[in-house]
C-alpha cells in the first residue's frame, strides 16, 4: 500500500463517495456507516492507517454529550415508568448473549474464554481489553465485537430506512449545516468533553469517554447549569471518526484469522439480533410504543452507533437511549464477571 498520505487522501474520497451515496437512499447514519465501511475495505486491501487516539476519544465524548442531549430530564422518569420493562429487555440481551458464547463454546466453534468474551454485549473496546487480560485471543474477540457492531449498525439502519420511508409523509427539513454557535453553549459543551475525556484516561474508566461526558452533560444540563450546543457539523465529523475507529480495527490480521470461523459467527451473530429483535416486537406490544423504537431499543449494538442512527431517525429516541445507556452501564459492570464465570465454571476445561 501506498504511504500514509495517499491513503489518507484514499479514506477520505472513499468515505466521501459512500456517504453520497447512502445520503441519497436517505439511510440513517450514513455519515458513520460510510466511513466506517470505506475503512474496512482500506484495510482488505492492505492499509495500515492508525487512527489517533485522540481524535476518536474525543468523537466519543460528543456521542456521550448527543446521548445525555437526548435524554436529559427524561431518562430516569424513562427507567422509572418503565422498569420492569427495562430490567427484562437488559437480562433478556445479557442471558441470549452469554447463552450465544457457552454455545459457540460447546460446539468449538470458537475457544471457551475468546467465544464468551466475544459474545459479550457492548462495550466492545472495553471487551478487547479485558478479554486479553484474561488469556483470551483477542485478535478474534476483537473481530467478533466491532464485526457485530458493523452488523447491528448497518441492519438498524437499512430497517430504520425502509420503515421511515414507508411512514413518512412530509419530506425533511432542509439541514443547516452551520448554525449560529450561542457563546453561552458552544464553549462550555467543548469544555465538558474535553475535561469528560481526559478525567476518563487520567482515572482509565473503561469506555469513560463515552460515559463521563453522557454523565456530565446530563448533570449540566438537568440542574439548569447550561444547554448542551452540538452544531451539525461538529457531530458529522465524529461520526466519521467513529466509523473510522471501528474500520481501521480489521486488521488484515485479523481477518484471515476468522475467515476459517466468518460464516458461523456470521450466523451466530444475526441469532443474537433476531433474538432482540424478537424481544422488541414484544416490547412494542406491550409497550404500545412504535415497532422501530422498541427495535433500536433492544438492538445488541453500541450505545453510540445507536444514538447515531436514533438522532437520524423519527423514533423516541429519549426511551431508545434510556434503555441502551442503562444496559451500557450494566454491561460494563457485570460483563467481566459473567465472562469470567462462564469460562471458568460451565465452559469445560481445554476448549
Same mark, same amino acid.
Given at each position: ?29 450514513? @455519515?458513520?456507516?460510510? /466511513? ?25 465524548g460528543v456521542v456521550g454529550c448527543l ?22 429487555a437488559i437480562l433478556w440481551v445479557i ?63 437499512? @430497517? ?15 439541514m443547516v449545516w452551520f448554525p449560529p ?29 463515552? @460515559?463521563? /461526558? ?40 485479523? @481477518? ?96
Amino acid at each position: 500500500m501506498r504511504s500514509h498520505r495517499w491513503q489518507w487522501l484514499i479514506l477520505l474520497g472513499l468515505s466521501a463517495l459512500l456517504m453520497a451515496g447512502l445520503e441519497a437512499v436517505r439511510l440513517p447514519a450514513a @455519515l458513520m456507516i460510510g /466511513p466506517m465501511l470505506a475503512a474496512i475495505l482500506l484495510v482488505a486491501g492492505g492499509g495500515t492507517l492508525k487512527l489517533p487516539q485522540g481524535f476518536l476519544l474525543a468523537a466519543q465524548g460528543v456521542v456521550g454529550c448527543l446521548i445525555a442531549q437526548a435524554i436529559p430530564a427524561a431518562f430516569l422518569g424513562e427507567v422509572r415508568g418503565h422498569w420492569p420493562v427495562f430490567l427484562a429487555a437488559i437480562l433478556w440481551v445479557i442471558v441470549a448473549s452469554s447463552f450465544l458464547g457457552w454455545f459457540l463454546a460447546r460446539c468449538r466453534v470458537l475457544p471457551g474464554s475468546t467465544a464468551v468474551w466475544g459474545s459479550s454485549p457492548g462495550a466492545a473496546t472495553a471487551m478487547v481489553f479485558l478479554a486479553e487480560a484474561y488469556g483470551a485471543d483477542e485478535r478474534l474477540v476483537a473481530f467478533m465485537q466491532y464485526f457485530r457492531v458493523v452488523l447491528v449498525s448497518s441492519s438498524a439502519s437499512v @430497517l430504520a430506512r425502509v420503515w421511515t420511508g414507508a411512514h413518512s409523509a412530509h419530506a425533511q427539513p432542509a439541514m443547516v449545516w452551520f448554525p449560529p454557535l450561542a457563546a453561552k453553549a458552544f464553549p462550555p459543551t467543548l469544555l465538558l468533553i474535553t475535561v469528560g475525556v481526559l478525567l476518563a484516561r487520567r482515572f482509565r474508566i473503561p469506555a469513560g469517554p463515552l @460515559l463521563l /461526558p453522557m454523565v456530565l452533560g446530563l448533570l449540566c444540563q438537568d440542574t439548569g447549569l447550561f444547554i448542551l450546543q452540538l452544531p451539525p457539523w461538529l457531530l458529522a465529523l465524529s461520526y466519521t471518526l467513529v466509523g473510522w475507529g471501528i474500520g481501521l480495527r480489521f486488521s488484515r490480521a485479523m @481477518l484471515r484469522h476468522a475467515l476459517g470461523v466468518l460464516p458461523r459467527m456470521t450466523v451466530s451473530t444475526l441469532a443474537l439480533i433476531a433474538v432482540c429483535a424478537v424481544f422488541g416486537v414484544v416490547l412494542s406490544h406491550v409497550t404500545g410504543i412504535d415497532p422501530l423504537t422498541a427495535y433500536l431499543a433492544t438492538s445488541p449494538g453500541g450505545a453510540d452507533s445507536m444514538a447515531i442512527i436514533a438522532s437520524s431517525t423519527r423514533v423516541d429516541m429519549p426511551f431508545v437511549m434510556a434503555m441502551q445507556a442503562s444496559r451500557f452501564i450494566t454491561v460494563l459492570i457485570t460483563g467481566p464477571y459473567i465472562a469470567r464465570f462462564l469460562a471458568r465454571h460451565i465452559i469445560p476445561t481445554g476448549q
